[in-house]
Protein backbone atom coordinates (compact mmCIF):
# COMPACT_ATOMS: atom_id res chain seq x y z
CA UNK A 1 0.00 0.00 0.00
CA UNK A 2 2.29 2.51 1.06
CA UNK A 3 4.64 2.50 -2.66
CA UNK A 4 1.61 3.35 -3.80
CA UNK A 5 0.52 6.02 -1.51
CA UNK A 6 4.13 7.14 -1.79
CA UNK A 7 3.78 7.68 -5.45
CA UNK A 8 0.00 9.40 -5.26
CA UNK A 9 1.59 12.03 -2.60
CA UNK A 10 5.09 12.41 -3.99
CA UNK A 11 6.43 10.54 -6.90
CA UNK A 12 4.34 12.19 -9.57
CA UNK A 13 4.06 15.74 -8.45
CA UNK A 14 7.23 16.48 -9.63
CA UNK A 15 6.71 18.78 -11.91
CA UNK A 16 9.82 21.50 -13.38
CA UNK A 17 11.45 24.48 -14.58
CA UNK A 18 10.73 23.63 -18.83
CA UNK A 19 7.24 24.41 -20.06
CA UNK A 20 5.97 23.49 -23.67
CA UNK A 21 3.27 25.32 -25.41
CA UNK A 22 1.31 27.94 -23.52
CA UNK A 23 4.31 29.18 -20.66
CA UNK A 24 4.17 27.84 -16.55
CA UNK A 25 6.30 30.76 -14.66
CA UNK A 26 7.41 30.94 -11.83
CA UNK A 27 6.11 33.08 -9.09
CA UNK A 28 5.85 34.02 -4.84
CA UNK A 29 6.02 31.33 -2.73
CA UNK A 30 2.95 30.04 -1.30
CA UNK A 31 4.03 28.60 1.70
CA UNK A 32 5.67 29.29 5.02
CA UNK A 33 7.10 27.69 8.13
CA UNK A 34 4.63 26.06 9.64
CA UNK A 35 2.10 24.85 7.31
CA UNK A 36 0.95 21.54 7.82
CA UNK A 37 -1.49 19.73 5.32
CA UNK A 38 -3.15 16.60 6.67
CA UNK A 39 -4.14 13.59 4.08
CA UNK A 40 -7.05 10.88 4.18
CA UNK A 41 -5.76 8.12 2.08
CA UNK A 42 -8.39 5.38 1.30
CA UNK A 43 -8.58 2.28 -0.86
CA UNK A 44 -11.86 2.86 -2.56
CA UNK A 45 -14.28 2.96 0.39
CA UNK A 46 -11.62 1.52 2.64
CA UNK A 47 -9.67 4.24 5.14
CA UNK A 48 -6.08 3.29 4.60
CA UNK A 49 -4.30 5.77 6.33
CA UNK A 50 -2.84 9.02 6.40
CA UNK A 51 -0.32 11.24 5.23
CA UNK A 52 0.91 14.58 6.67
CA UNK A 53 3.00 17.36 4.52
CA UNK A 54 5.23 19.92 6.92
CA UNK A 55 6.85 22.72 5.92
CA UNK A 56 9.54 23.10 8.17
CA UNK A 57 11.89 26.09 9.65
CA UNK A 58 14.70 26.84 7.40
CA UNK A 59 18.36 25.04 7.42
CA UNK A 60 22.02 25.27 6.44
CA UNK A 61 22.51 22.52 3.88
CA UNK A 62 26.81 22.71 3.29
CA UNK A 63 26.54 26.34 3.97
CA UNK A 64 23.86 27.07 2.03
CA UNK A 65 20.46 28.60 3.43
CA UNK A 66 17.53 25.95 2.70
CA UNK A 67 14.03 25.57 2.94
CA UNK A 68 12.86 21.68 4.95
CA UNK A 69 9.94 20.06 3.96
CA UNK A 70 8.97 16.69 4.90
CA UNK A 71 5.83 13.80 4.99
CA UNK A 72 4.76 11.42 7.29
CA UNK A 73 3.04 8.13 5.88
CA UNK A 74 1.20 6.06 8.38
CA UNK A 75 -0.98 3.34 7.65
CA UNK A 76 -3.91 3.13 10.31
CA UNK A 77 -4.92 0.40 12.82
CA UNK A 78 -6.98 -1.76 10.46
CA UNK A 79 -3.78 -1.82 7.56
CA UNK A 80 -1.69 -2.15 10.65
CA UNK A 81 -2.80 -5.42 11.13
CA UNK A 82 -1.29 -7.26 7.81
CA UNK A 83 0.69 -4.29 6.64
CA UNK A 84 1.58 -1.89 9.13
CA UNK A 85 3.84 1.60 7.75
CA UNK A 86 5.80 4.17 9.08
CA UNK A 87 7.69 5.71 6.28
CA UNK A 88 8.82 9.62 6.34
CA UNK A 89 10.54 11.42 3.71
CA UNK A 90 12.53 14.96 3.81
CA UNK A 91 13.77 17.15 1.11
CA UNK A 92 15.75 20.59 1.26
CA UNK A 93 15.88 22.88 -1.56
CA UNK A 94 17.74 25.94 -1.79
CA UNK A 95 15.27 29.50 -0.40
CA UNK A 96 14.43 30.00 -3.65
CA UNK A 97 12.78 26.57 -4.19
CA UNK A 98 14.62 26.06 -7.95
CA UNK A 99 16.33 22.84 -7.24
CA UNK A 100 16.81 20.12 -4.59
CA UNK A 101 20.15 20.08 -2.10
CA UNK A 102 19.42 16.91 0.11
CA UNK A 103 17.00 14.12 0.63
CA UNK A 104 16.05 11.48 2.61
CA UNK A 105 13.84 8.52 3.41
CA UNK A 106 13.13 6.42 5.79
CA UNK A 107 10.87 3.53 5.32
CA UNK A 108 8.88 0.83 7.30
CA UNK A 109 6.87 -0.98 5.44
CA UNK A 110 5.55 -4.44 6.65
CA UNK A 111 8.58 -5.84 6.30
CA UNK A 112 10.76 -3.93 3.88
CA UNK A 113 12.97 -1.51 5.79
CA UNK A 114 15.11 1.25 4.18
CA UNK A 115 17.32 4.30 4.83
CA UNK A 116 18.22 6.46 1.95
CA UNK A 117 20.11 9.77 1.50
CA UNK A 118 20.67 11.16 -1.78
CA UNK A 119 22.93 14.68 -2.42
CA UNK A 120 22.62 16.64 -5.00
CA UNK A 121 26.46 18.29 -5.83
CA UNK A 122 25.84 21.46 -8.22
CA UNK A 123 29.48 21.21 -8.67
CA UNK A 124 29.60 18.58 -10.51
CA UNK A 125 26.02 17.71 -11.59
CA UNK A 126 26.13 14.08 -10.01
CA UNK A 127 24.04 12.65 -7.58
CA UNK A 128 25.45 10.00 -4.60
CA UNK A 129 22.50 7.53 -3.71
CA UNK A 130 23.03 5.99 -0.25
CA UNK A 131 21.24 2.81 0.62
CA UNK A 132 22.52 1.97 4.29
CA UNK A 133 20.24 -1.02 4.89
CA UNK A 134 21.06 -2.36 1.95
CA UNK A 135 24.66 -0.78 1.38
CA UNK A 136 24.07 0.14 -1.83
CA UNK A 137 26.11 3.60 -3.45
CA UNK A 138 24.96 4.85 -7.10
CA UNK A 139 25.09 8.44 -8.82
CA UNK A 140 23.18 10.05 -11.53
CA UNK A 141 23.74 13.02 -14.01
CA UNK A 142 21.82 16.07 -12.74
CA UNK A 143 19.69 18.22 -15.52
CA UNK A 144 19.36 21.68 -14.46
CA UNK A 145 16.52 22.49 -11.85
CA UNK A 146 16.38 19.17 -11.29
CA UNK A 147 14.01 18.26 -7.51
CA UNK A 148 13.62 15.75 -5.83
CA UNK A 149 10.40 13.58 -6.20
CA UNK A 150 9.43 15.09 -2.76
CA UNK A 151 10.35 18.35 -3.14
CA UNK A 152 9.10 18.88 -6.24
CA UNK A 153 5.61 19.33 -4.85
CA UNK A 154 6.59 22.71 -3.48
CA UNK A 155 8.11 23.28 -6.64
CA UNK A 156 5.14 22.75 -8.47
CA UNK A 157 3.17 25.02 -6.00
CA UNK A 158 5.16 28.40 -6.88
CA UNK A 159 4.01 27.86 -10.53
CA UNK A 160 1.17 30.50 -12.28
CA UNK A 161 -0.51 27.90 -14.41
CA UNK A 162 -3.15 28.03 -16.58
CA UNK A 163 -5.68 25.99 -18.74
CA UNK A 164 -4.01 23.51 -21.28
CA UNK A 165 -0.38 24.32 -19.69
CA UNK A 166 2.13 21.47 -20.57
CA UNK A 167 4.71 21.05 -17.92
CA UNK A 168 7.89 19.03 -18.37
CA UNK A 169 10.10 18.53 -15.08
CA UNK A 170 13.47 17.08 -14.45
CA UNK A 171 13.14 14.95 -11.17
CA UNK A 172 15.73 12.03 -9.44
CA UNK A 173 15.47 9.54 -7.43
CA UNK A 174 19.29 9.68 -7.20
CA UNK A 175 19.82 6.73 -9.18
CA UNK A 176 18.13 8.33 -11.82
CA UNK A 177 17.48 11.54 -13.54
CA UNK A 178 14.64 11.41 -16.25
CA UNK A 179 12.12 14.06 -17.77
CA UNK A 180 8.46 13.96 -16.78
CA UNK A 181 4.95 15.82 -18.39
CA UNK A 182 1.63 16.68 -16.57
CA UNK A 183 -0.97 18.91 -19.04
CA UNK A 184 -3.59 20.85 -17.16
CA UNK A 185 -6.85 20.05 -18.50
CA UNK A 186 -9.30 22.25 -16.67
CA UNK A 187 -10.84 23.74 -14.03
CA UNK A 188 -13.27 22.43 -11.84
CA UNK A 189 -14.73 23.06 -7.99
CA UNK A 190 -14.88 20.00 -5.83
CA UNK A 191 -16.45 19.64 -2.30
CA UNK A 192 -14.12 17.84 0.09
CA UNK A 193 -15.99 17.72 3.55
CA UNK A 194 -18.54 20.43 3.43
CA UNK A 195 -14.96 23.29 1.83
CA UNK A 196 -16.06 24.08 -2.07
CA UNK A 197 -12.44 24.16 -3.46
CA UNK A 198 -11.86 25.61 -6.62
CA UNK A 199 -9.30 23.95 -8.78
CA UNK A 200 -7.16 23.14 -11.46
CA UNK A 201 -6.82 19.33 -12.66
CA UNK A 202 -3.94 18.26 -13.50
CA UNK A 203 -3.32 15.39 -15.32
CA UNK A 204 0.31 13.83 -15.18
CA UNK A 205 2.46 11.44 -17.25
CA UNK A 206 3.54 8.12 -15.96
CA UNK A 207 5.45 6.10 -17.86
CA UNK A 208 8.81 6.74 -15.40
CA UNK A 209 6.34 5.35 -12.52
CA UNK A 210 7.06 0.89 -11.94
CA UNK A 211 4.81 -1.35 -9.29
CA UNK A 212 1.31 -1.50 -10.07
CA UNK A 213 1.49 1.71 -12.46
CA UNK A 214 3.86 -0.11 -14.97
CA UNK A 215 1.46 -2.99 -15.06
CA UNK A 216 -1.73 -1.33 -15.53
CA UNK A 217 -2.48 -0.82 -18.91
CA UNK A 218 -5.11 1.44 -17.81
CA UNK A 219 -3.62 3.30 -14.74
CA UNK A 220 -4.78 6.98 -13.89
CA UNK A 221 -3.23 9.59 -11.89
CA UNK A 222 -5.50 13.35 -11.56
CA UNK A 223 -4.45 15.94 -9.30
CA UNK A 224 -7.05 18.53 -8.12
CA UNK A 225 -4.69 21.75 -7.08
CA UNK A 226 -6.53 25.34 -5.77
CA UNK A 227 -6.73 27.80 -8.10
CA UNK A 228 -5.74 30.31 -5.35
CA UNK A 229 -2.44 32.15 -4.33
CA UNK A 230 -2.15 29.10 -1.72
CA UNK A 231 -2.13 26.31 -5.03
CA UNK A 232 -3.00 23.55 -2.02
CA UNK A 233 -2.87 19.85 -3.63
CA UNK A 234 -6.87 18.73 -2.37
CA UNK A 235 -7.04 15.83 -3.99
CA UNK A 236 -5.27 13.39 -5.50
CA UNK A 237 -6.75 9.74 -7.19
CA UNK A 238 -5.48 6.86 -9.03
CA UNK A 239 -7.05 3.87 -11.21
CA UNK A 240 -4.65 0.78 -11.18
CA UNK A 241 -5.01 -2.70 -11.44
CA UNK A 242 -5.57 -3.41 -7.36
CA UNK A 243 -8.38 -0.99 -7.33
CA UNK A 244 -8.92 2.90 -6.78
CA UNK A 245 -6.72 5.20 -4.21
CA UNK A 246 -8.06 8.53 -3.28
CA UNK A 247 -5.98 11.23 -0.92
CA UNK A 248 -8.19 14.10 -0.03
CA UNK A 249 -7.00 17.12 2.20
CA UNK A 250 -9.13 17.35 5.50
CA UNK A 251 -7.30 19.69 7.59
CA UNK A 252 -4.70 21.79 7.48
CA UNK A 253 -3.06 24.97 9.37
CA UNK A 254 -0.19 27.76 8.62
CA UNK A 255 -1.01 28.69 5.43
CA UNK A 256 -0.41 32.20 3.85
CA UNK A 257 -3.54 34.02 4.13
Not at 117 to 136: E, L, P, S
Request: proline share 4%; with cysteine; aromatic share 12%.
Amino acid sequence: MSRLIHILLIGTFGWGLFSVGSAASAGQIPFQPGEELVYRIRWSFIPAGTAVLKVLNPEIIKGQSAQHFSVMVKSNRFVDNFYKVRTRIDGWTDVAVTHSLLYKKKQREGRHRRDVMVTFDWDTNQTRYIDFFRGKIRSATLMPGTFDPFSAVYYFRTLTIKKDDEIIYPVSDGKKCVLGRGRVVKREKINIRGITYNTWVVVPEIKHLGGVFKKSKTAKIRFWITADHRRLPVKIASKVVVGRFIAELVSFHGTIE
